[in-house]
């Protein structure tokens, strides 16, 4: 019953690495999402894509990037990271009006 | 102001009760309104999504909706300690790919 997997789990990076955070779903969902989640400033939106190749900054994109190659696979790119992007990311996917399957979640630490 | 607020919490009921969960919204185009259930250490699920005024009831769950006060609530009856968790509010505008998440109240039902 696989739907939206990530990369990893659990992740530990050093300041100034470039970090790459994987998400794959297999629902042939045309949406895809980057949310991070934060204690007390609950989730806030990256970036979210419509199409394969296309990408839309939502409300904290700066420091990331993405990348969408196929439909399937959306990539979320720390070009240098930095201690503040220490946090839980949520991949999620939908096909429809809402906003219906998240990843497992990635528990980023950059020390 | 926050686009969308939630009591900050946390809210602690009985099992048995009925426990309220309310949330409110900024933008007044905000057409599909969901909650979800996160528990601890894992992703959010949505349980309830609610488009028009007035009540959807799906088992122990109703939403509420009141877009001319922009305020949409979740009620719990016959609360179970299963039922503690976080429950986040999101709004969706129409035709918008993203979902706008508030912080999330936390809720404890205690035997």
């Known amino acids: 019953d696989v739907k939206v997997t990530q990369s990893s789990r659990y992740l530990v990076k050093r300041t100034g690495e470039k970090v790459f955070l994987e998400c794959v779903q297999d629902?042939?969902?045309?949406?895809m999402f980057w949310y991070r989640q934060d204690p007390g400033l609950g989730l806030r939106l990256i970036y979210f894509?419509?199409?394969?190749?296309?990408?839309e900054k939502g409300d904290i994109p700066e420091g990331y990037s993405v990348s969408r190659e196929k439909k399937e696979r959306f990539s979320l790119i720390l070009e240098s990271a930095s201690t503040n992007q220490t946090s839980m990311y949520l991949c999620?996917?939908?096909?429809?009006?809402?906003?219906?399957?998240f990843g497992p979640g990635t528990r980023l630490t950059v020390t | 102001q926050k686009e969308v607020e939630q009591n900050s919490g946390p809210l602690s009921v009985p099992e048995g009760a009925i426990a309220s969960l309310n949330c409110t919204y900024s933008?007044?185009?905000?057409?599909?309104f969901f909650w979800y259930r996160q528990y601890s250490g894992k992703s959010p699920e949505l349980i309830m999504s609610?488009?028009?005024?007035g009540d959807k009831e799906d088992g122990r769950f109703t939403a509420q909706l009141n877009k001319a006060s922009q305020y949409v609530s979740l009620l719990i009856r016959d609360s179970q300690p299963s039922d503690s968790a976080t429950y986040l509010c999101a709004v969706k505008k129409t035709n918008a790919g993203k979902s706008t998440f508030g912080d999330g109240t936390t809720l404890t039902v205690k035997p």
């Open positions: 629902m042939d969902h045309e949406n």
């Open positions: 609610i488009y028009s005024n």
């Open positions: 999620a996917s939908s096909g429809a009006q809402y906003l219906s399957d």
């Open positions: 933008d007044r185009v905000s057409q599909s």
């Open positions: 894509s419509y199409d394969v190749k296309m990408k």
